[in-house]
Antibody, heavy 121, light 107 residues
Framework: QVQLVESGGGVVQPGRSLRLSCAAS????????MHWVRQAPGKGLEWVAV????????DYADSVKGRFTISRDNSKNTLYLQMNSLRAEDTAVYYC??????????????WGQGTLVTVSS | EIVLTQSPDFQSVTPKEKVTITCRAS??????LHWYQQKPDQSPKLLIK???QSISGVPSRFSGSGSGTDFTLTINSLEAEDAAAYYC?????????FGQGTRLEIK
């Protein structure tokens, strides 16, 4: 079955960088758009970024634009999120999710288990 | 940006009760609306796609309806395991947005 496994979370100081990874298995990874969604402690879901099936199209939430970069390596079935200039308000569980289409359209299924990023001095 | 507003934010319900959660979009999104269930300490799980299409493996007591700007998630004959947060999500246009969530508590 399709499985997404995130890694790379941890505690980081404000202003520093972190890179998250999402390893995919059980699917033709290179056919689907992929998303990052985050959830601050006790809060709702916030979409972060999307990348098209071939990496040619990307988009970001305004809250992370210019600081975060989404990328993918289809040869390794892996999705990435490079997070720079981290702020306290970026503290959240970060989920990767498979889109149902080639870019941003459609539903998210499945979701990974999430990785916690804590930005604190 | 398309804003999704869910109601209610919280509901306390008894088993076997029928529950209705609504999601209103700030502009028409056709049927590009999906519903998710998130239980405590778990990842979100897809319940309904494209407003009313059922998902394999999801109990038949979950159903969705609506189009345009007004959408509804209905849970018939609520069970204790349905205690969770429920979110709507629009995929009509970027940026992708979610509703603020509805938390269901089982009495």
């Amino acid at each position: 079955q399709v499985q997404l496994v995130e890694s790379g979370g941890g505690v980081v100081q404000p202003g520093r960088s972190l890179r998250l990874s999402c390893a995919a298995s059980g699917l033709t990874f290179s056919s689907y758009g992929m998303h990052w969604v985050r959830q601050a402690p006790g809060k709702g879901l916030e979409w972060v970024a999307v990348i098209s099936y071939d990496g040619s199209n990307k988009d970001y939430a305004d809250s992370v634009k210019g600081r975060f970069t989404i990328s993918r390596d289809n040869s390794k079935n892996t999705l990435y999120l490079q997070m720079n200039s981290l702020r306290a308000e970026d503290t959240a569980v970060y989920y990767c999710a498979k889109g149902s289409g080639s870019y941003y359209g459609g539903w998210f299924d499945p979701w990974g288990q999430g990785t916690l990023v804590t930005v604190s001095s | 940006e398309i804003v999704l507003t869910q109601s209610p934010d919280f509901q306390s319900v008894t088993p076997k009760e029928k529950v209705t959660i609504t999601c209103r979009a700030s502009q028409s999104i056709g049927s590009s609306l999906h519903w998710y269930q998130q239980k405590p300490d778990q990842s979100p799980k897809l319940l309904i796609k494209y407003a009313s299409q059922s998902i394999s493996g999801v109990p038949s007591r979950f159903s969705g309806s609506g189009s345009g700007t007004d959408f509804t998630l209905t849970i018939n004959s609520l069970e204790a395991e349905d205690a969770a947060a429920y979110y709507c999500h629009q995929s009509s246009s970027l940026p992708i947005t979610f509703g603020q969530g509805t938390r269901l508590e089982i009495k």
